[in-house]
C-alpha cells in the first residue's frame, strides 16, 4: 500500500465523483486551487470547494491511476 493524495470535490456541500489521485500533496493543492477559482456554477450559483486527502492505495491495481 502507498499513500498518495486523493483531490476532493464538492459542489456547495455535496460531494462530487472525483478519482484524481497525486503522489505529491503540492500537485493536488495546485488542481484544488484552480478549482476554487472557477465562477460560480451559473444554475445553482454554488462555488466548488476542493480538499487534497491522504489515502491508501494499492499501486498494483489496473484500476488505480496516479497522476506525477
Not at 497525486?22 to 477559482?37: G, Q, V
Request: charged share 25%; net charge positive; aromatic share 14%.
Amino acid at each position: 500500500m502507498t499513500t498518495v493524495f486523493a483531490l476532493i470535490l464538492y459542489l456547495g456541500q455535496a460531494p462530487q465523483e472525483s478519482n484524481m489521485l497525486f503522489y505529491d500533496i503540492n500537485r493536488c493543492k495546485y488542481f484544488a486551487t484552480k478549482f476554487m477559482k472557477q465562477p460560480p456554477e451559473p444554475r445553482t450559483k454554488k462555488r466548488y470547494t476542493a480538499i487534497c486527502k491522504p489515502i491508501e492505495v494499492n499501486l498494483n491495481d489496473p484500476k488505480v491511476r496516479v497522476y506525477k
